[in-house]
């Protein structure tokens, strides 16, 4: 039994941190992208770094989560966002557009290089990591503020129209989201979405 509650205990301590250093590396992404376009403010900020220190928020990485999985058993959180300044970009809509888009991208690529991982060390915590790398990738590109795919959907419209919308819709952005992770139409939605392609991958391993 010993035995037992220290591997269980080593899985989820390795679990917490496979989470922490996935959103981690979505936000990275975030600012690398920037980077690139010329925006140094999350480097200037250092945010650019693995440290979790650097991206821990005490609201949304520690107290939220907890209460959520306390309350409800489900966890809710994020990380503090990385510093953009799309003002630097040398082309704002296609900046704002793979700056959006680089977090789930860089998610996507965790789980796809998970999945080639558990092809030779099928691990249990290694299918754990890919359905939460998965579900950050899905979850972040719902057109919710101020998730990507709200980004995503900003970058399509005018300059100017970012800046008349975001004031507005930001701060009502988490209870917008807490809403509908709550409603029957998001459980449909990752039932079908992320369900079809964790069997998917299901057909790949049993292959």
Do not use: C
């Amino acid at each position: 039994m010993k035995e037992f509650s220290l591997g269980s205990l080593a899985f989820w301590i390795l679990f917490a941190l496979g989470i922490l250093y996935s959103i981690i590396l979505h936000e990275i992404a975030h600012g690398v992208v920037a980077l690139w376009w010329g925006d140094d403010t999350a480097k200037q900020n250092k945010r650019l770094s693995l440290s979790p220190l650097a991206h821990i928020d005490p609201v949304g990485t520690v107290i939220v989560p907890l209460l959520m999985y306390l309350t409800s058993g489900s966890i809710f959180g994020w990380a503090k966002p990385v510093p953009i300044n799309p003002s630097k970009f040398r082309s704002w809509r296609w900046g704002n557009l793979t700056v959006s888009l680089a977090g789930i991208t860089m998610n996507i690529l965790v789980a796809a290089i998970l999945v080639g991982i558990t092809l030779v060390f099928p691990l249990n915590l290694f299918f754990h990591l890919i359905t939460v790398n998965l579900f950050l990738a899905f979850f972040n590109l719902l057109p919710l503020p101020p998730l990507d795919g709200f980004r995503v959907v900003l970058s399509l419209l005018p300059a100017t129209w970012q800046q008349k919308i975001e004031p507005y819709l930001f701060p009502l952005g988490i209870i917008l989201i807490i809403l509908f992770v709550n409603s029957p139409f998001f459980s449909f939605l990752v039932d079908t979405v992320l369900g079809g392609v964790l069997n998917a991958l299901d057909l790949l391993y049993s292959s």
